[in-house]
């Protein structure tokens, strides 16, 4: 599949294109450059400077300039990527989104009124685990804005490294700081990485701070050619990080002498593809949230004996637009005699309801909305707000009672005999409760 990366020249962005590297092709970087310092959805600190980092990349760039005015910026995003269609024929987008709701489903928004998958590599990562294995991978990023107490002047310019990661731990420990900058605290560029073919030397920078804010403005930079070594160094995933994708398919750094027998829950993947660049996305957030107690295997591969050594089965989401599993059905014949807890999260929701004999209906939601509870249950207390990200919703199946609804849209069913549940939205985010009580089941 043909994407566009959504480029900032920040570490978030470049790390998120790092991994659409390794899965997809990836055909061109598309920098929105506001003119507004405080827009709602872009970087700005050195944002020109990404014609530069595409060139060491060595990638065509898609540059388009907003006023950036909040919301009417969208408009200029949006025809940035339909200009990566028409040029570059890309097919999907990817975010280096972490936690902010507010970006992703204004670009998820615009995605699905241009007919293309949404990916988000890095969606709910754990933020202190992304800025070690950004070091481990041997980025070269330095702080380019600080906008929070107790961030002084003193941090412009600081490389991310392991020592600077502990200080950054300390302060949100202490003060409640995002060590990524997911509540704008900081901002970062990026001067090298893995995929660089030539890195970035600053020659000339100025800081410049109020008393409460910052930033670290790049007058003059070049590229220089990447020295032997280090070039061979930084094409290698180091081996902590290569072990971390080993243990039980979760993507965690756990022991690998540990026994599978303590990865109590099965997750099936139901994604489209096998270990696809929407795994991280919808797959790991629960396997984080469950504390790892996980193995995971992909829709088309779950076997007998992993459902007689599991304990329960989640089944996670997938991107808008993929509808593969409710196409194979037969994979999924197991649920209709299955005698442990079973949760089904959006795609996993509309394939359990499928297998009952309900039919899928068009209804698009992404972002937030309200749930209200209608029949006492097990895992939904009350009623919540919740993250939505579906084209369909479900009819209900015979066998199953309608314990949440909101608008037009059954959210949640629970089989009439069975711990066998269905939520139409996305409990990894902001609802982590509901997955903790699951497993308590």
Not at 68 to 93: T, Y
Not at 122 to 150: M, R
Not at 309 to 328: A, E, F, W, Y
Not at 350 to 364: D, M, P, Q, S
Request: charged share 30%; net charge negative; proline share 3%.
């Amino acid at each position: 599949m043909k994407l566009g990366v959504l480029f900032s020249g920040g570490k978030d962005s470049a790390y998120a294109l790092y991994k659409a590297m390794q899965k997809e092709e990836v055909a061109c970087l598309i920098s929105i450059v506001s003119e507004n310092k405080e827009s709602y959805m872009f970087h700005t600190p050195n944002i020109d400077l990404t014609k530069l980092q595409a060139e060491a990349i060595g990638l065509p760039l898609i540059q388009k300039k907003t006023i950036g005015i909040k919301e009417d910026e969208l408009s200029d995003l949006k025809e940035a990527i339909a200009e990566a269609v028409e040029r570059f024929g890309i097919e999907g987008v990817v975010t280096g989104a972490v936690e902010s709701v507010y970006q992703a489903t204004r670009i998820q928004r615009i995605c699905s009124e241009l007919g293309l998958r949404c990916f988000n590599p890095l969606w709910q990562k754990d933020q202190l685990e992304l800025l070690k294995e950004i070091v481990a991978l041997d980025f070269d990023v330095i702080i380019s804005g600080v906008f929070a107490y107790p961030l002084n002047k003193d941090w412009l310019d600081q490389k991310i490294d392991d020592v600077v990661v502990g200080h950054l731990k300390r302060l949100m420990e202490r003060y409640q700081i995002s060590p990524t900058g997911e509540g704008g605290e900081i901002e970062t560029t990026v001067l090298d990485a893995p995929f660089f073919k030539k890195r970035i030397a600053v020659k000339d920078y100025e800081k410049h701070f109020d008393g409460m804010s910052g930033t670290l403005e790049i007058k003059k930079a070049m590229l220089e050619r990447k020295g032997r070594v280090r070039a061979q160094e930084t094409t290698q995933i180091p081996m902590k990080a290569e072990r971390k994708e080993e243990i039980a398919g979760a993507g965690h750094g756990t022991n690998s002498r540990c026994s599978e027998e303590i990865y109590d829950t099965l997750i099936i993947d139901m994604n489209e593809k096998k270990d696809s660049l929407s795994k991280d996305e919808f797959v790991l957030p629960i396997a984080r949230t469950i504390n790892y107690r996980c193995f995971v295997r992909h829709w088309s591969e779950v076997s007998n004996e992993d459902l007689k050594k599991c304990k329960r089965v989640i089944m996670s989401g997938n991107p808008l637009g993929d509808v593969s599993t409710t196409k194979h059905l037969d994979n999924f014949s197991w649920l209709k005699c299955f005698d442990k807890p079973v949760l089904g999260i959006c795609a996993g929701h509309h394939t359990i309801a499928a297998v009952f004999g309900a039919k899928l209906i068009k209804n698009e939601k992404i972002g937030m909305n309200e749930i209200s509870v209608k029949k006492e249950n097990r895992i939904l207390p009350h009623d919540i707000e919740a993250y939505e990200l579906h084209g369909h919703a479900i009819e209900k199946p015979g066998d199953f009672d309608i314990i949440a609804e909101s608008e037009n849209c059954i959210e949640a069913i629970k089989h009439k005999k069975r711990e066998i549940y269905g939520v139409q939205f996305h409990p990894e985010v902001r609802n982590w409760a509901i997955l903790e009580r699951f497993v308590l089941l």
